[in-house]
């Protein structure tokens, strides 16, 4: 059975600060992993997919890595903004289908 | 323009009633999902639906069923709503095992 642990359960950080948001999972058959970002009160916004053939993904300054075998992923946010608090969400299929099962998600807040 | 967009943004109703909850994506995927967020903000598949195939997730009660009416539209039907039902609900869209798209959300209280 899957499970997916997302740590710290919250952050914060001053401005400016790069940091790195941890998931973990437990079955390594994936295909993909995503990673979410979801604001108060509103929906989710896909991030970036690493397909399981990749080790990393960036965007902007943004870069998620996923290593299968030990069943992990970091994101990595660069030159930490207020803009970027949120809460991060990792998400993997579930076996067999594109059905995501997602972590806890990590409460960051970027401090002015 | 709105990829995914779900109707109510909130919906407060009885213990007992019928209601239901409409999502609609012009994004042109070809999977169609809904999902339930609880109040400890944890995010849980309910449902999966494509032109072929429908997935439900075990835990989901029967008084909950999802209808398509075409590829576009994926609407939750809920049945004998309980207080345990209040949660936001989300819906989503991709195509294949690509990025997932979210609606805004549906925040459900039942009194």
């Known amino acids: 059975k899957q499970e997916v642990t997302q740590i710290p359960a919250a952050l914060s950080v001053p401005e400016g600060e790069n940091l790195v948001l941890n998931c973990s999972f437990t079955?390594?058959?994936?295909?993909?992993l995503q990673w979410f970002r979801q604001d108060p009160g509103k929906g989710l916004t896909s991030l970036l997919l690493?397909?399981?053939?990749?080790r990393e993904q960036t965007s902007g300054r943004l870069n998620a890595s996923l290593d299968k075998s030990s069943g992990r992923s970091t994101l990595y946010i660069a030159a930490s903004q207020p803009g970027d608090s949120a809460t991060y969400l990792c998400a993997v299929p579930l076996t067999g289908a594109n059905n995501l099962f997602f972590g806890t998600g990590t409460r960051l807040t970027v401090i002015p | 323009d709105t990829a995914v967009s779900q109707t109510p943004k909130y919906l407060v109703t009885q213990m007992g009633n019928d209601k239901s909850i409409k999502c609609e994506q012009n994004?042109?995927?070809?999977?169609m999902y809904w999902y339930k967020q609880d109040s400890k903000k944890f995010l849980k598949i309910m449902f999966s639906?494509?032109?072929?195939?429908?997935?439900i997730n075990e835990t989901v009660p029967n008084r909950f069923s999802p209808k398509s009416p075409d590829k576009a539209h994926l609407n939750l039907h809920i049945n004998s709503l309980e207080l345990g039902d209040s949660a936001v609900y989300f819906c989503a869209s991709s195509q294949m095992t690509d990025k997932a798209f979210f609606g805004q959300g549906t925040r459900l209280t039942v009194v």
């Open positions: 079955d390594s058959a994936i295909y993909n």
């Open positions: 994004l042109g995927h070809d999977t």
């Open positions: 690493i397909q399981s053939s990749q």
């Open positions: 639906y494509n032109n072929k195939e429908l997935i």
